[in-house]
Structure formats: structure tokens, C-alpha cells
């Protein structure tokens, strides 16, 4: 897929978004897990594309910290979004995260879902911040 602008919806929207517990709980108990130094994705099956972000205090005690994490994240699979297949994910950040800035961020997603088979290997090597 091309990460021209214009080239696909890149925006997030509310149903790009896990909410529910039960959906959360449904990643858990059937999803792959996939970890990098950075941060875990847990990849399970789903119809169509969706994602959720999971930080709490045990990342950081500082809100300030956990917020500026959960936002390389989000904007990491806002940019990915038009290449990667249908499933539904979990990010969670590791400490790590805080020494990283979004492009290395990015990187690290997308050689992550390669490895779950959800992003093509083309697709990772083009995306943004590669």
C-alpha cells in the first residue's frame, strides 16, 4: 500500500477503537502475543481492523509519561492502518518506549506485524519513519 497523503483513510475513528472489556478480554484469551523491545502486541483474528492500547501505572506513576506512549501507539497504527489485513490488536508499551521517538516507534510496529502476517514485508519497509 502506498503511504502517499491522499493515498488512503488515515484517520481514526471510534470504531477503529477497542472499548469494551470483553473485547479486550477476547484479544487475551485468543490472541498471538509478539514482543519487541519496545513494546507487546497481542494479534487475534477479527473481521475487521481494530485496535487497543493498554497503559497503565505499572508503565509509569506519571500520567504525563503514559499519555505521551499511548500517543505514539495510536499514531503509529493511524499510519500503518491502510496496509495491515483485518484483526484486532492490543498494544501495550514497555518502558523502553520512553527513550524511543514515533518513526522508531513505527519501525518496531510494523516489523511486529510482519511477523504476525498482517502487514506485507513491502508495506513495512515503505512506511513512515523507515
Known amino acids: 500500500m502506498d ?20 473485547d479486550f ?16 502486541a497481542v494479534v487475534a483474528p477479527g473481521e475487521k481492523l481494530r ?3 493498554i497503559c497503565g501505572k505499572k508503565y509509569s506513576l506519571l500520567a504525563v509519561k503514559r499519555n505521551r506512549a499511548r500517543r505514539l501507539l495510536w499514531e503509529s497504527f493511524r499510519l500503518l492502518k491502510p496496509a495491515i489485513s483485518p484483526c484486532t490488536l492490543i498494544l501495550i508499551p514497555r518502558r523502553e518506549m ?3 521517538n514515533r518513526m522508531q ?5 510494523a516489523e ?19
Open 3 to 22: 503511504f502517499q497523503p491522499g493515498g488512503g483513510r488515515r484517520n481514526l475513528s471510534k470504531p477503529d477503537k477497542l472499548t469494551l472489556k470483553a
Open 98 to 100: 520512553a527513550l524511543r
Open 51 to 53: 485496535c487497543g492500547v
Open 112 to 130: 511486529m506485524l510482519v511477523k504476525a502476517g498482517k502487514l506485507p514485508r513491502e508495506s513495512a519497509a515503505s512506511a513512515p519513519g523507515s
Open 25 to 40: 478480554d477476547y484479544v487475551r484469551q485468543n490472541g498471538r502475543k509478539f514482543a519487541a523491545a519496545a513494546l507487546v
Open 105 to 109: 516507534v513505527t519501525r518496531e510496529l
